[in-house]
Nanobody
Framework: QVQLVESGGGLVQAGGSLRLSCAASESIFDINHMAWYRQAPGKQRDLVALITSGGTTNYADSVKGRFTISRDIAKNMVYLQMNSLKPEDTGVYYC?????????WGQGTQVTVSS
């Protein structure tokens, strides 16, 4: 059972930056992908950014040019650098890992962007 622990959330003013981190309990070398999802109050959980085993990245249109997903395989870490934050970026951010054995989620970290 893979465990994922997110950190780095908080309260920030619009235009500010945050860096989210996700620590995996085991190697992230042999996986399908890792991703960050966001769930705003009263809304569904949506994909924000994804990085494949080959390092290919994909982003939701709403965050392109502002967010960057990256990973450190040696440290079993995935990051989400968020710049030029907007109030609509507010929500709980979840780390997700997809491998052959299944899909795993972290507990989430709250990001609040004030206007």
């Amino acid at each position: 059972q893979v465990q994922l622990v997110e950190s780095g959330g908080g309260l920030v003013q619009a235009g500010g930056s945050l860096r989210l981190s996700c620590a995996a309990s085991e190697s992230i070398f042999d996986i399908n992908h890792m991703a960050w999802y966001r769930q705003a109050p009263g809304k569904q959980r949506d994909l924000v950014a994804l990085i494949t085993s080959g390092g290919t990245t994909n982003y939701a249109d709403s965050v392109k040019g502002r967010f960057t997903i990256s990973r450190d395989i040696a440290k079993n870490m995935v990051y989400l650098q968020m710049n030029s934050l907007k109030p609509e970026d507010t929500g709980v951010y979840y780390c997700q890992l997809q491998k052959v054995s299944g899909r795993y989620w972290g507990q989430g970290t709250q990001v609040t962007v004030s206007s």
